[in-house]
T-cell receptor
Framework: DVKVTQSSRYLVKRTGEKVFLECVQD?????MFWYRQDPGLGLRLIYFSYDVKMKEKGDIPEGYSVSREKKERFSLILESASTNQTSMYLC??????????FGPGTRLTVL | QKEVEQNSGPLSVPEGAIASLNCTYS??????FFWYRQYSGKSPELIMF????GDKEDGRFTAQLNKASQYVSLLIRDSQPSDSATYLCSRSGGSYIPTFGRGTSLIVHP
């Protein structure tokens, strides 16, 4: 069964903290994505990776960075968390037929 | 202009009716189209995909694609309260980046 997991379902951090969100997929997909989802704004792409060590900026990369050292793992890093980064973060991997499989999401609150 | 447009709704239909969800897109290079269902507080899950013009049926769901008019629709027959969710339309094309609409909220009332 296809599976994408994320390290935390809920996370509370303080302004200025460095935050790591991890995503792991077991489907051997090359493409992985990080989105944030906010009410009324839909899914917005932060970063994506099309292969190990390869990354591309999405629509809203400011304040974020990513790491893809292994094919199955794609990490999102908030260098210095701010309150406007409070959101639902969704990781996804994509099959060769372009179907995306989403993880359960991490609801991050920055105080 | 957003590449994928959906009416945010909510679309309210009675139980047993047909729910019709629509999506338009701007990139004529789009090749494949996907419908995801997202329950409140959950992540999106794929329910249908379509690549070719015409209709594709899967149980109570039918996806329709018209590339000339650049729209995709999802029909849900015999709607059930459990179908109440937000439905996201997505397109994928030559680039690596898929594009999502903002979603349509569907409410099926008993």
């Amino acid at each position: 069964d296809v599976k994408v997991t994320q390290s935390s379902r809920y996370l509370v951090k303080r302004t200025g903290e460095k935050v790591f969100l991890e995503c792991v997929q077991d489907m051997d997909h090359e493409n992985m994505f990080w989105y944030r989802q906010d009410p009324g704004l839909g899914l917005r792409l932060i970063y994506f990776s099309y292969d190990v060590k390869m990354k591309e900026k999405g629509d809203i990369p400011e304040g974020y960075s990513v790491s893809r050292e292994k094919k199955e793992r794609f990490s999102l890093i908030l260098e210095s968390a701010s309150t406007n980064q409070t959101s639902m973060y969704l990781c996804a991997s994509r099959s060769l037929s372009n179907e995306q499989f989403f993880g359960p999401g991490t609801r991050l609150t920055v105080l | 202009q957003k590449e994928v447009e959906q009416n945010s709704g909510p679309l309210s239909v009675p139980e047993g009716a047909i729910a019709s969800l629509n999506c338009t897109y701007s990139d004529r290079g789009s090749q494949s189209f996907f419908w995801y269902r997202q329950y409140s507080g959950k992540s999106p899950e794929l329910i249908m995909f379509i690549y070719s013009n015409g209709d594709k049926e899967d149980g109570r769901f039918t996806a329709q694609l018209n590339k000339a008019s650049q729209y995709v629709s999802l029909l849900i027959r015999d709607s059930q309260p459990s179908d109440s969710a937000t439905y996201l339309c997505s397109r994928s094309g030559g680039s690596y980046i898929p594009t999502f609409g903002r979603g349509t909220s569907l409410i099926v009332h008993p």
